[in-house]
């Protein structure tokens, strides 16, 4: 069994890291931790866990942390960069779900997460946690930084098209919509139910943190700097992203519909719908699975793709899993084909 911790376990990605292994027949989990609530049962906080796990929150010290196998961290961003390099000398792989290690350029990541890196020597060696991309590079890493909800649903949309060099990659935008979950566990006015419903806005319009991750993983895919529009939104639901992804066609493209459906058929977590079709974000909701459509308006050059992930699950916790299979050599989908939850 894979001897797993969790740090930062009382936010919104450490319990969906709680459902989703406690159906996983290769983990035990043996350490939970927040400073919280350290002393208290895990299915005390989360009644709905109540008869998976027998385990009280501890406080995240390294003596702990380094009898386990694997650590997902579930943490704001600055966390993991204070611990990571301490538990990879104890030969503990490390699965960081915030954005400690995913920017590769150390001055940009201070720039966008306004704090001083504290280990920047690791970020070369932290693998982007992006299976449909790097799955052979994330079967031999020791630490991976998953990627965020937004950039998960925009690459994976974008991925065929640029990887044909079929698109035009200095006039990319991304319509990107995302549920309140996404802004973490805490209390915050904006977020509020009485604020956030009834009501849809835009945010980050002059420049939204997940903008260079996006940047540097399209660029990386294109052989070459790419240039980005990316507007999020806030929508008055829990869970889910919605990606409405426009680009104009640099060549004929011929069957785009085809194109993807021959680049994703291998591919269990992405799921490209008949030509036509309009994913809903309700689709996913639970799952791990990534929805795609493609459209092609008046058969002009502009293409528009439609991508939807639950961000909690692929755009987060579910991915942190498929990472963590592919790091120990078992099957990628174990413990991973949930159904999305309908209605």
Avoid at 148 to 158: D, I, N, R, S, W
């Amino acid at each position: 069994m894979i001897k797993v911790g969790i740090v930062g376990g009382t936010g919104y990605t450490g319990v969906e890291l709680l459902r989703v292994l406690a159906g996983h027949p290769k983990v035990t989990v043996v350490v939970v931790t927040s400073r919280s609530d350290a002393g208290i049962r895990v299915d005390a906080v989360y009644p709905n866990l109540r008869g998976y796990y027998d385990i009280v929150f501890s406080l995240p010290e390294l003596t702990t942390l380094a009898d386990c196998d694997v650590v997902f961290f579930a943490t704001p961003n600055g966390t993991a960069m204070l611990m990571a390099e301490q538990l990879l000398a104890k030969g503990v792989k490390v699965i960081d779900l915030s954005a400690d290690f995913r920017l590769k350029d150390v001055q940009q990541w201070q720039h966008w997460y306004a704090m001083e890196h504290a280990c920047p020597e690791l970020i070369n060696q932290a693998v982007y946690g992006l299976p449909e991309i790097n799955r052979d590079a994330i079967r031999q890493a020791n630490l991976v930084a998953c990627p965020g909800c937004y950039p998960t649903a925009v690459q994976l949309g974008f991925l065929p098209l640029i990887e044909h060099c079929l698109i035009d990659t200095q006039h990319l935008i991304a319509d990107v919509k995302s549920g309140v979950s996404g802004a973490g566990r805490k209390a915050e006015l904006a977020m509020l139910m009485s604020e956030t419903g009834e009501s849809f806005k835009a945010y980050g319009v002059a420049g939204h943190r997940h903008l260079p991750e996006i940047s540097q993983g399209l660029s990386q895919m294109a052989g070459e700097s790419v240039k980005l529009t990316f507007v999020p939104h806030l929508t008055p639901m829990i869970r889910g992203i919605h990606a409405t992804l426009y680009g104009q066609l640099s060549i004929d493209a011929g069957d785009v519909q085809s194109l993807y459906e021959n680049y994703y058929k291998n591919e269990y977590f992405v799921d490209v719908l008949p030509a036509g079709s309009h994913p809903d974000t309700r689709n996913v909701r639970g799952s791990n699975r990534c929805q795609i459509a493609i459209h092609q308006p008046q058969g002009q050059q502009t293409i528009v793709v439609l991508s939807v992930i639950d961000n909690l699950v692929k755009g987060a916790s579910g991915q942190a899993v498929q990472v963590m299979n592919l790091m120990f050599n078992i099957e990628e989908t174990m413990g991973l084909k949930h159904l999305a939850l309908y209605p």
